[in-house]
């Protein structure tokens, strides 16, 4: 049968040598962590845009404090009053709203679109999938055209940032910030 004393002679050799194995320990140490200094090399490669970001300190996320400078640049002068920022269409009360058909010639269909409410995000509702990238005006991505005139005969731009008037007055508009007026033809993804 079994030994008992080779037994526990043999489990005392084996508990011996794990425990001097591994009070030497391992030799085994992780690595540094390098995930910040990866970030910081692909930021460095990408350039700079005018977009606004999250955390962005122009979207009000840091900055000092700034003295008040007025007219003839002396600090703790009176302000200029600025330049009422225009209401967007979107806070239009419910009342005032209006709806508008819209053809969407490539696709074949027509979508009935409120006025306060973009021609990009009533698309998308109704399962179309149209191209768009900032939602914010501020490329060309969206970019429609209407044959039936002038854009601003047709929606309201609100902050639209690319077109120039003459590029509307052919009839180019941004879906993501265009706000219908009244009923027209809408080519999708025609830029100028």
């Known amino acids: 049968m079994v030994d008992i004393v080779a037994v526990s002679i043999a489990s005392s050799v084996v508990l011996v040598i794990a425990v001097l194995h591994f009070i030497n320990g391992t030799g085994w140490e992780s690595n540094a ?8 090399r692909r930021a460095a490669t990408v350039p700079e845009t ?21 007219e003839g640049g002396q600090e703790g002068a009176e302000l200029e009053e600025a330049e009422e920022e225009a209401q967007s269409p979107a806070d239009m009360p419910e009342d005032e709203v209006e709806y508008f058909d819209i053809e969407l010639s490539k696709e074949g269909e027509t979508i009935e679109v409120a006025s ?27 970019a429609a055209h209407t044959p039936d005139g002038p854009a601003e005969d047709h ?3 609100y902050e639209q940032e690319t077109f120039t008037d003459a590029e509307m007055e052919e009839g180019y508009m941004l879906t993501c910030v265009a706000y219908p007026i009244t009923d027209f033809t809408l080519e999708t993804n025609e830029a100028p």
């Open 50 to 70: 005018s977009f606004p970001e999250p955390m962005n300190r122009s979207l009000g996320g840091g900055g000092g404090a700034v003295a008040a400078v007025g």
């Open 116 to 142: 306060n409410e973009t021609i990009l995000d009533k698309a998308e509702d109704e399962g179309f999938d149209l191209p768009y990238a900032c939602r914010q005006g501020q490329c060309v991505s969206c």
């Open 33 to 40: 962590d390098i995930s910040q200094e990866i970030l910081d």
């Open 155 to 157: 929606v309201t731009h």
